[in-house]
């Protein structure tokens, strides 16, 4: 397990949602540059932790639905900042499922090499 998984791993999985929730409520109200900050700091975390392109997912359909509730309560700023911040989420978790592809293609070749030298070897 990662050093990301083992710090997330300590908090309930019921209180994951809500303390994401009260994040996003924070960073909304921050300007926009600062969370895409936070955003890019966080794509550089997941890409070096090699941390799994769903959670990416996760917390873009998050702010998905943060931007909805602010379009619901009439509130423009955070509206937009989670539009955009839902937009590089989803475009931070297609690449990281682009290298998750691309490691496990190169993982199933070295395999099939693997296999092949066992088979002529059995077969010798």
């Not at 592809?101 to 099939?112: G, Y």
């Amino acid at each position: 397990m990662n050093k990301l998984g083992i710090i997330f791993g300590r908090i309930p999985p019921r209180l994951r949602p809500i303390i994401l929730g009260v994040v996003a409520v924070i960073v909304s109200f921050l300007p926009q540059f600062i969370g895409l900050v936070f955003i890019a700091v966080y794509a550089g975390v997941s890409f070096a932790l090699k941390l799994p392109s769903r959670t990416t997912f996760w917390a873009a359909l998050v702010a998905l639905g943060c931007m909805s509730a602010a379009v619901a309560a009439q509130q423009d700023m955070p509206a937009q900042n989670f539009g955009a911040y839902s937009f590089i989420l989803f475009v931070v978790g297609v690449i990281s499922l682009c290298t998750e592809l691309i490691r496990a293609a190169k993982a199933m070749q070295t395999h099939k090499a693997v296999d092949k030298q066992l088979l002529s070897r059995i077969h010798k």
